[in-house]
Protein backbone atom coordinates (compact mmCIF):
# COMPACT_ATOMS: atom_id res chain seq x y z
CA UNK A 1 0.00 0.00 0.00
CA UNK A 2 1.00 3.58 -1.24
CA UNK A 3 0.55 5.71 2.02
CA UNK A 4 2.82 6.73 5.30
CA UNK A 5 2.03 5.27 8.42
CA UNK A 6 2.17 8.38 10.47
CA UNK A 7 -0.37 8.48 12.97
CA UNK A 8 -2.27 11.59 13.69
CA UNK A 9 -3.15 12.96 16.92
CA UNK A 10 -6.66 11.12 16.53
CA UNK A 11 -4.14 7.91 16.50
CA UNK A 12 -5.14 6.88 12.57
CA UNK A 13 -2.77 5.71 10.26
CA UNK A 14 -2.58 8.64 7.54
CA UNK A 15 -5.14 7.69 4.81
CA UNK A 16 -6.94 5.19 7.12
CA UNK A 17 -10.02 6.61 9.12
CA UNK A 18 -11.46 5.49 11.96
CA UNK A 19 -13.61 2.45 10.85
CA UNK A 20 -10.67 1.30 8.82
CA UNK A 21 -11.28 2.30 5.34
CA UNK A 22 -8.48 3.33 2.83
CA UNK A 23 -8.75 7.33 1.91
CA UNK A 24 -6.05 8.25 0.33
CA UNK A 25 -6.22 10.69 -1.91
CA UNK A 26 -6.04 9.56 -6.05
CA UNK A 27 -2.55 9.73 -7.32
CA UNK A 28 -0.75 8.29 -10.49
CA UNK A 29 2.52 6.02 -10.59
CA UNK A 30 4.37 3.76 -12.58
CA UNK A 31 3.80 -0.05 -11.48
CA UNK A 32 7.07 -1.71 -11.39
CA UNK A 33 7.05 -5.61 -10.31
CA UNK A 34 8.24 -6.45 -6.65
CA UNK A 35 11.63 -8.45 -8.18
CA UNK A 36 12.24 -4.59 -10.57
CA UNK A 37 16.17 -3.83 -10.21
CA UNK A 38 15.79 -0.37 -12.07
CA UNK A 39 12.81 1.69 -13.73
CA UNK A 40 13.51 0.92 -17.49
CA UNK A 41 11.22 -1.05 -19.75
CA UNK A 42 13.86 -2.75 -22.90
CA UNK A 43 12.32 -3.32 -26.23
CA UNK A 44 14.62 -4.83 -29.11
CA UNK A 45 12.97 -5.11 -32.99
CA UNK A 46 15.65 -6.10 -34.62
CA UNK A 47 14.63 -9.71 -35.00
CA UNK A 48 11.28 -8.83 -36.24
CA UNK A 49 10.06 -9.06 -39.67
CA UNK A 50 10.97 -6.04 -42.21
CA UNK A 51 7.21 -5.33 -43.02
CA UNK A 52 6.81 -4.03 -39.20
CA UNK A 53 8.25 -0.61 -39.50
CA UNK A 54 5.95 0.45 -36.44
CA UNK A 55 6.08 -0.66 -32.25
CA UNK A 56 3.86 0.50 -29.85
CA UNK A 57 4.90 0.11 -26.20
CA UNK A 58 2.23 -0.29 -23.93
CA UNK A 59 3.13 1.18 -20.40
CA UNK A 60 1.83 -0.15 -17.12
CA UNK A 61 0.55 2.51 -14.25
CA UNK A 62 -1.61 2.17 -11.48
CA UNK A 63 -3.55 4.96 -8.92
CA UNK A 64 -3.87 5.10 -5.30
CA UNK A 65 -7.29 6.18 -3.58
CA UNK A 66 -10.58 4.73 -4.73
CA UNK A 67 -11.92 3.36 -7.62
CA UNK A 68 -13.98 5.54 -9.95
CA UNK A 69 -16.72 4.40 -11.78
CA UNK A 70 -16.01 7.10 -14.38
CA UNK A 71 -12.46 7.34 -16.69
CA UNK A 72 -9.94 9.04 -14.34
CA UNK A 73 -7.10 11.29 -17.03
CA UNK A 74 -4.02 12.08 -16.51
CA UNK A 75 -0.79 13.08 -18.17
CA UNK A 76 2.39 12.13 -19.03
CA UNK A 77 5.49 14.24 -20.48
CA UNK A 78 8.70 13.92 -22.29
CA UNK A 79 11.97 14.83 -20.57
CA UNK A 80 13.77 15.87 -23.63
CA UNK A 81 16.97 16.42 -21.53
CA UNK A 82 17.19 13.09 -20.25
CA UNK A 83 16.05 11.56 -23.56
CA UNK A 84 18.18 10.55 -26.95
CA UNK A 85 14.62 9.77 -28.78
CA UNK A 86 13.11 12.20 -30.59
CA UNK A 87 9.31 13.13 -31.15
CA UNK A 88 8.37 12.85 -34.49
CA UNK A 89 11.78 10.70 -35.41
CA UNK A 90 11.95 7.86 -32.88
CA UNK A 91 8.59 8.10 -31.80
CA UNK A 92 5.28 9.24 -32.35
CA UNK A 93 3.53 12.18 -30.26
CA UNK A 94 1.73 11.54 -27.14
CA UNK A 95 -1.86 12.33 -26.74
CA UNK A 96 -2.63 15.11 -24.29
CA UNK A 97 -3.54 13.22 -21.73
CA UNK A 98 -4.35 9.36 -20.93
CA UNK A 99 -7.57 7.51 -18.89
CA UNK A 100 -7.69 5.30 -16.52
CA UNK A 101 -10.67 3.06 -17.32
CA UNK A 102 -13.75 2.88 -15.06
CA UNK A 103 -13.85 1.02 -12.24
CA UNK A 104 -10.34 0.22 -12.67
CA UNK A 105 -7.19 0.98 -10.21
CA UNK A 106 -4.59 -0.30 -13.46
CA UNK A 107 -4.02 0.90 -16.56
CA UNK A 108 -1.40 1.40 -19.54
CA UNK A 109 -0.46 4.37 -22.32
CA UNK A 110 0.72 3.49 -25.40
CA UNK A 111 3.95 4.69 -26.41
CA UNK A 112 5.09 4.11 -30.78
CA UNK A 113 8.52 3.94 -32.19
CA UNK A 114 9.42 4.51 -35.72
CA UNK A 115 11.72 1.34 -36.43
CA UNK A 116 13.57 2.91 -39.13
CA UNK A 117 14.91 6.09 -37.01
CA UNK A 118 16.27 3.59 -33.97
CA UNK A 119 19.75 2.11 -33.11
CA UNK A 120 21.00 -0.90 -34.95
CA UNK A 121 24.56 -1.25 -33.43
CA UNK A 122 24.58 -4.04 -31.09
CA UNK A 123 24.61 -2.84 -27.62
CA UNK A 124 23.14 0.47 -27.79
CA UNK A 125 19.59 1.78 -27.42
CA UNK A 126 17.76 5.29 -28.42
CA UNK A 127 16.35 6.37 -24.38
CA UNK A 128 12.96 7.89 -23.44
CA UNK A 129 12.36 8.71 -20.20
CA UNK A 130 8.60 9.77 -19.12
CA UNK A 131 6.67 12.20 -16.21
CA UNK A 132 3.77 11.33 -14.98
CA UNK A 133 1.58 14.80 -14.21
CA UNK A 134 -0.96 15.74 -12.37
CA UNK A 135 -4.39 16.47 -13.44
CA UNK A 136 -8.01 17.25 -12.59
CA UNK A 137 -8.31 14.11 -11.38
CA UNK A 138 -5.47 12.58 -10.17
CA UNK A 139 -2.11 13.46 -8.56
CA UNK A 140 1.43 12.48 -8.72
CA UNK A 141 2.49 12.12 -5.35
CA UNK A 142 5.11 9.52 -6.10
CA UNK A 143 8.46 11.38 -6.81
CA UNK A 144 10.25 8.00 -7.02
CA UNK A 145 7.53 6.33 -8.78
CA UNK A 146 7.01 9.07 -11.44
CA UNK A 147 9.08 8.33 -13.72
CA UNK A 148 10.49 5.64 -16.31
CA UNK A 149 12.79 5.41 -19.09
CA UNK A 150 12.31 2.94 -22.55
CA UNK A 151 15.37 1.91 -23.83
CA UNK A 152 14.65 1.44 -27.52
CA UNK A 153 16.66 -0.62 -30.30
CA UNK A 154 17.00 -2.13 -33.92
CA UNK A 155 20.09 -4.25 -33.18
CA UNK A 156 20.70 -7.81 -33.40
CA UNK A 157 22.46 -10.07 -31.41
CA UNK A 158 23.92 -11.82 -34.63
CA UNK A 159 26.41 -9.80 -36.71
CA UNK A 160 28.03 -10.31 -40.51
CA UNK A 161 30.94 -10.81 -38.90
CA UNK A 162 29.88 -13.81 -36.60
CA UNK A 163 28.15 -15.31 -39.51
CA UNK A 164 30.93 -15.31 -41.90
CA UNK A 165 33.26 -17.00 -39.67
CA UNK A 166 30.50 -20.00 -38.16
CA UNK A 167 28.76 -22.43 -39.24
CA UNK A 168 25.78 -20.12 -40.46
CA UNK A 169 27.72 -19.64 -43.74
CA UNK A 170 28.19 -23.47 -44.40
CA UNK A 171 24.80 -23.73 -43.74
CA UNK A 172 22.96 -20.43 -45.00
CA UNK A 173 24.93 -18.71 -47.39
CA UNK A 174 26.13 -15.43 -47.30
CA UNK A 175 24.92 -13.00 -44.58
CA UNK A 176 21.60 -11.15 -45.23
CA UNK A 177 19.32 -9.11 -42.73
CA UNK A 178 16.25 -10.48 -44.66
CA UNK A 179 17.40 -13.83 -44.74
CA UNK A 180 18.27 -14.07 -40.71
CA UNK A 181 14.88 -12.87 -39.86
CA UNK A 182 12.94 -14.50 -41.76
CA UNK A 183 14.61 -17.72 -40.48
CA UNK A 184 14.39 -16.32 -36.83
CA UNK A 185 10.48 -16.84 -37.63
CA UNK A 186 10.64 -20.46 -36.98
CA UNK A 187 12.18 -20.04 -33.66
CA UNK A 188 9.61 -17.40 -32.58
CA UNK A 189 12.23 -14.59 -33.16
CA UNK A 190 14.00 -15.71 -30.32
CA UNK A 191 18.02 -15.58 -31.64
CA UNK A 192 19.21 -17.88 -28.66
CA UNK A 193 16.89 -20.64 -29.72
CA UNK A 194 18.25 -20.30 -33.25
CA UNK A 195 22.17 -20.19 -31.90
CA UNK A 196 21.49 -23.09 -30.07
CA UNK A 197 20.69 -25.13 -32.76
CA UNK A 198 24.21 -24.69 -34.01
CA UNK A 199 25.02 -26.49 -30.95
CA UNK A 200 23.60 -29.66 -31.64
CA UNK A 201 24.82 -30.46 -35.15
CA UNK A 202 25.65 -34.28 -33.81
CA UNK A 203 22.17 -34.45 -32.98
CA UNK A 204 20.27 -36.91 -36.17
CA UNK A 205 17.01 -35.80 -35.65
CA UNK A 206 17.37 -32.80 -34.31
CA UNK A 207 19.70 -31.62 -37.63
CA UNK A 208 16.67 -32.85 -39.93
CA UNK A 209 14.42 -30.62 -38.18
CA UNK A 210 16.43 -27.88 -38.31
CA UNK A 211 17.37 -28.43 -41.97
CA UNK A 212 13.42 -28.64 -42.84
CA UNK A 213 13.47 -25.21 -41.03
CA UNK A 214 16.31 -23.75 -43.51
CA UNK A 215 14.54 -25.26 -46.72
CA UNK A 216 11.45 -23.69 -45.95
CA UNK A 217 12.44 -20.30 -44.81
CA UNK A 218 14.78 -20.54 -48.41
CA UNK A 219 11.37 -21.15 -49.98
CA UNK A 220 9.28 -18.21 -48.14
CA UNK A 221 12.47 -15.95 -49.68
CA UNK A 222 12.62 -17.49 -53.13
CA UNK A 223 16.54 -17.99 -52.94
CA UNK A 224 17.80 -21.83 -54.04
CA UNK A 225 19.02 -23.28 -50.94
CA UNK A 226 22.52 -23.71 -50.40
CA UNK A 227 24.35 -26.74 -52.13
CA UNK A 228 26.01 -27.76 -48.61
CA UNK A 229 22.37 -27.79 -47.30
CA UNK A 230 20.53 -29.23 -49.97
CA UNK A 231 23.17 -32.14 -50.44
CA UNK A 232 23.06 -33.02 -46.32
CA UNK A 233 18.94 -32.95 -46.77
CA UNK A 234 19.66 -35.07 -49.33
CA UNK A 235 21.31 -37.93 -47.51
CA UNK A 236 18.13 -37.49 -45.51
CA UNK A 237 15.74 -38.48 -48.27
CA UNK A 238 17.73 -41.32 -50.07
Request: proline share 5%; with cysteine.
Amino acid sequence: MLSSCTKTPAEEIEYVSRDGFYKAPRGVYFHFGSDATDHIIRESYGTKPDALTEFTVNVPVRHTGTISSSPLAYRVRVDEKASTAKVGVHFKPLAEQYTFPADSLKGTFPVTFIRSALQTVEGKSDTLTLVLEASTDLKAPFKELNRIKIAVNNGLQMTPEIWNTTTYAYLLGEYSLRKYRTLLKYYKQDELALYDEFSHLGDVERVYRFLLNIEAAFKELGEPLPASTANWLKQYRQ
